[in-house]
């Protein structure tokens, strides 16, 4: 039986990566409690006394302002810890599944970004997880054999986890009549259980040696703006009966929410790449939000 090691497993993602990941093999699942992602030396004793045919790494440090001041912290996890993953699979002959950012990018763009184009990571965040991407990709351009996958993703939400966008809206909604929400950075929302359906997807193509080693891209299709992705939220949260007193979303810009961070203005993603490799097109974003959001309410009200 194959052996998959996930790391970050308690995350929103790591959460729906316990359950698809199942079929393929044994799942072992290491969560922050488990692993401090800033001691390379323990990663390295982790992936060893696991002996993967596959690592999956769903871990990360995500604070996107509070990496402005904590760049360091941010390396260590984006970065330094990726790349000793990949070392230690490379040693072992296991394949690492990483996921990555739509903050590689700097936003100037208008048409979605594919693997080719050249990433420029505005914020500290996004350029932690670039160093992530080129750690992994040096160990392939060292040893030809070692098999990775870097998928990069893009605006995450789901009903796992502390906190999303999502989440956000519908505490915000619940609490006040009015949100105020930037209507000038335009992007994909991403279900979480979408994105652990591709890695599973995905996976047997790099335990037999059948899709080539490198960048993916993959979100829901279809691109909004964070405001009318908040719109959405509260019209498919009322439609299924979640309580709200609020009763008006307004669009601002982005110099009207400034935060410590710079965001890309436009991050969508083009997905035919990994689309061709499994040979299905991603849901489109609201179907997908509409199916989240009755989970998510069966999960707090049922």
């Known amino acids: 039986m194959r052996r998959i090691l996930l790391i970050g497993g308690g995350g929103q993602v790591g959460q729906e990566l316990q359950t698809s990941l199942m079929p393929l093999g044994k799942v072992i699942s290491v969560t922050r409690d488990d692993l401090d992602l800033t001691q390379s030396d323990r990663i390295r004793q982790v992936i060893q006394t696991a002996q993967p045919d596959l690592i ?4 990360a440090y995500t604070a996107v302002d509070k990496a402005e001041s904590e760049m360091d912290l941010a390396k260590s996890i984006n970065a330094a810890a990726p790349t000793v993953m990949a070392e230690t699979a490379q040693q072992l002959g296991a394949s690492l599944i990483h996921i ?15 693997e080719l184009d050249t990433p420029n990571p505005i914020g500290a965040y996004g350029k932690s997880k670039l160093l992530g991407e080129e750690g992994i990709r040096q160990v392939g351009d060292r040893s030809p054999n070692f098999r990775y996958a870097i998928l990069r993703t893009a605006w995450v939400y789901g009903s796992q986890g502390k906190g999303n966008f999502a989440k956000t809206m519908l ?5 006040r009549p009015e949100v105020r929400v930037v209507a000038d950075q335009v992007g994909t929302p991403t279900w979480s259980t979408e994105i652990a359906k591709a890695i599973a997807a995905l996976s047997p193509h790099f335990l037999d040696a059948a899709a080539p080693s490198g960048i993916y891209h993959f979100t829901n299709s279809g691109i909004t703006s964070w405001y009318d992705f908040a719109v959405a939220i509260f019209e498919e949260a009322e439609a299924i009966g979640f309580p709200l007193k609020l009763e008006r979303v307004v669009p601002i810009t982005t110099a009207e929410y400034p935060t410590p961070t710079q965001r890309p203005a ?5 997905c035919q790449k990994i689309s061709a490799i499994l040979q299905t097109s991603p849901p489109q974003w609201r179907q997908s939000l509409r199916q989240m959001l009755t989970e998510l309410y069966s999960l707090t009200y049922l």
């Open 100 to 114: 990555s950012t739509d903050y590689v990018f700097d936003g100037r763009k208008n048409t979605p970004y594919t």
């Open 56 to 59: 999956v790494n769903a871990a």
């Open 171 to 175: 505490r915000l909604g619940a609490d």
């Open 266 to 270: 436009y991050s969508a993603l083009a």
